[in-house]
């Protein structure tokens, strides 16, 4: 039942108006506003334990109680949303800077490379002492600097793909900013970050994969011989692993995949949905995506009661934008002849990264000498020969399957939450099978470990293979029903170059993903069991375990050169393919 007004709305005040749309609400905007207070209030509740006191003398001790897994639930979903948070703006920012200027992209790209390419745990060396001295006396320390290693899981496979998707814009859009005089924010609002929603959103959830793959990293940590711990499923889990608890251990998976489905039924389901309206195409999808939570958002007079009050601050930083100047040039990186502002920039690059060089030499020099690069050089092959078997492999697989559910809403639909479970299963919560597995068939952890690093890499690839698919316009794919083009032609003429752009970032992204889950995988421990495989990620593991600073900096540096060289040699020849030949 709904109530009216008789106060004319056209002259009444602001209040009164505000007041009057109160006074409509059907059932389903009180069920949207109880959501939103319960969820305020859980947040504020759970948000409390961050700023209790701590010291770093203690070494913490997990309660791995069950009765404490809703709470610690609650406080790693916080983490992840915060993370999440945080790298859609890193996203914007450090895209939008790479993707406008010549100058920043050939230092910016290269630096994501090599970004993605260091461990969560070198991260976390950093992160833990940094924050807590920032922080003294406070778990908030803690906090921040688990929230940043789950930021640097999540980063840069979103930074990536709107990288991509901002320097291969459609030639119409761009023209169309510049024929109309868009200003560069409304140019950014209304066209780039539209053109790139749906591999964004789609990246964003590989991306919280890849925070839950790494949560048991992220929440409880070895330093030297301290250890530091946050309640969370993550550490949860690891002490429940170390202890050999194979009932705490399932309980902890159960949690796990509860609070993967719950998000993507509240959260993901409903976003991608939402992100189907930004789809490039003359003509509307038969069958299109769908989400209980979407529609019934959309029923309430919530969202639009919003944007009513939220109208006049849109339209006052449109004016702000102005400051940024008008789009009067293509967003796209030309190549040309280089001048001499190019030349001294790159002087000055050079010179710094020079500086840094000499200065991590000569800290290494003095003490363990240069040839501690020389293991981590050989071990990085092993880890090579995985990661190469594992993209390769990934690519065979998944593609095709990824095409399948792009073309397929119904497919979508179902396909979502299992894909979702599965990318955001740690590969921790396997150790005690794996363990097990390995030992009763003889399987060498040299070939199994290749196994547990595809649990953090493949999907990156199946991911954004989909995206890719939903995003090739429905007027195409029936263009080619209609001309009757099936089989390897319809791959060839539509299906490949539709989905090549956002094939190379997965793969890039696999790639730098697959040595990253090298630290967890080439170490494989449950109880008082250790099974260790010959590669570099288990000798980074090793160095920071034992607190070994030179050879855990030595590791990640050559762990960092194969990454950049990987995807100088490979990966960036294919980014520059796909955006001269293969953008819609």
């Known amino acids: 039942m709904s109530f009216r007004t008789s106060t004319p709305t056209s002259r009444a005040s602001f209040p009164a108006r505000f007041a009057g749309r109160l006074s409509r609400m059907t059932w389903v905007d009180l069920v949207v506003a109880a959501a939103v207070i319960v969820l305020l209030y859980v947040t504020l509740r759970v948000g409390k334990g961050v700023t209790v006191s701590f010291s770093t003398s203690q070494s913490a001790k997990v309660d791995t109680s069950v009765a404490e897994l809703p709470y610690d639930a609650a406080r790693s979903l916080l983490r992840m949303f915060v993370a999440l948070a945080l790298s859609t703006v890193f996203t914007f920012v450090y895209a939008y800077a790479a993707a406008r200027s010549r100058r920043l992209e050939r230092v910016l790209i290269p630096a994501l490379d090599i970004l993605q390419s260091v461990p969560v745990l070198a991260f976390l060396t950093v992160a833990v002492t940094g924050f807590v001295a920032l922080f003294p006396g406070s778990m908030l320390g803690l906090e921040c600097a688990s929230i940043f290693a789950i930021f640097t899981s999540q980063a840069w496979n979103m930074t990536f793909s709107f990288y991509h998707s901002l320097t291969s814009l459609p030639r119409e859009l761009d023209e169309l900013s510049r024929s109309f005089g868009f200003t560069r924010w409304m140019r950014f609002w209304k066209v780039e970050l539209p053109a790139g929603m749906i591999g964004l959103v789609w990246n964003g959830m590989m991306s919280f994969g890849g925070g839950w793959f790494f949560l048991v990293a992220s929440e409880a940590i070895t330093l030297g011989h301290t250890d530091y711990a946050l309640p969370g499923v993550g550490s949860y889990a690891g002490a429940a692993i170390a202890d050999g608890d194979l009932a705490k251990v399932g309980c902890a998976i159960l949690t796990m995949a509860v609070m993967v489905i719950g998000v993507n039924f509240l959260f993901w389901r409903p976003l991608t949905a939402w992100a189907e309206k930004f789809k490039i195409e003359q ?302």
Request: no cysteine; charged share 15%; aromatic share 10%.
């Open 283 to 584: 003509s509307e999808a038969s069958e299109v995506q769908r989400s209980v939570v979407l529609d019934f958002l959309r029923r309430s007079t919530w969202p639009r009661l919003v944007g009513r009050l939220l109208h006049p601050a849109g339209q006052a930083l449109n004016r702000a934008g102005r400051v940024f100047g008008t789009d009067d040039r293509p967003l796209v990186v030309h190549h040309g002849k280089r001048r001499a502002g190019d030349v001294a920039f790159a002087l000055v690059a050079g010179g710094l990264i020079v500086w840094g060089l000499v200065d991590l030499g000569l800290y290494l020099y003095d003490h363990t000498g240069l040839g501690v690069f020389g293991e981590p050089l050989l071990l990085g092959l092993a880890t090579f020969a995985r990661v190469a078997v594992l993209v390769a492999v990934a690519t065979v697989v998944w593609v095709p399957i990824g095409v399948r559910i792009g073309f397929s809403p119904r497919l979508t639909r179902i396909a979502q939450p299992v894909v979702q479970v599965l990318a955001s299963f740690p590969a921790n919560f396997l150790f005690p099978l794996a363990v097990w597995f390995f030992i009763r068939t003889g399987l060498s952890i040299d070939i199994g470990g290749m196994f547990l690093m595809a649990l953090g890499a493949q999907w990156y690839i199946l991911f954004n293979t989909i995206a890719g698919a939903m995003a090739i316009p429905t007027d195409l794919r029936e263009a080619m029903d209609d001309l009757g083009v099936r089989g390897w032609q319809r791959w060839r003429r539509l299906i490949i170059p539709g989905v090549f752009p956002s094939y190379v970032t997965g793969g890039i992204t696999a790639s730098g993903g697959a040595w990253n889950a090298s630290i967890v995988a080439e170490v494989v421990t449950f109880g008082g069991t250790t099974l260790t495989a010959t590669g570099l990620g288990a000798y980074i593991a090793r160095a920071t375990e034992n607190g070994n600073h030179p050879e855990l900096i030595a590791g990640v540096v050559v762990m960092s050169a194969y990454v950049v060289s990987l995807n100088r040699f490979l990966w960036r020849r294919l980014y520059r393919l796909a955006e001269s030949r293969y953008s819609l």
